[in-house]
Nanobody, 114 residues
């Protein structure tokens, strides 16, 4: 099982970044998927999630600025982040889960400068 996240980087406030996560070794189309983020000393928090039926859920801080999507043919989950703010700076992790398992990617750093 592997979740490979990519797309992080450094961006100025107000800019955009797109994160991608490639899943392998799992029944991705049967898994919920999501993006979490974590800053030093803080708990990992949910940013956005998408179910197999494409139901979307966003943290209040992400709603209206971030968009999560998935491609079950390519086994990919994406997070498009617009209007980024310095407080969005964090390590972002992709996650997939079912009632039987829960998998995490390695994390990708997003840094938003003011």
């Amino acid at each position: 099982v592997q979740l490979q996240a990519s797309g992080g980087g450094l961006v100025q406030a107000g800019g955009s970044l797109g994160l991608s996560c490639a899943a392998s070794g799992i029944m991705f189309s049967r898994s919920r998927a999501g993006w979490y983020r974590q800053t030093p000393g803080q708990q990992r928090e949910l940013v956005a999630s998408i179910t197999t039926g494409r139901y979307l859920d966003y943290a209040e801080s992400a709603r209206g600025r971030f968009t999560i999507s998935r491609d079950d043919v390519k086994n990919m989950v994406y997070l498009q982040m617009n209007s980024l703010k310095p407080e969005d700076t964090a390590v972002y992790y992709c996650n997939t889960w079912t009632r039987y398992n829960n998998y995490w990617g390695q994390g990708t750093q997003v840094t938003v400068s003011s």
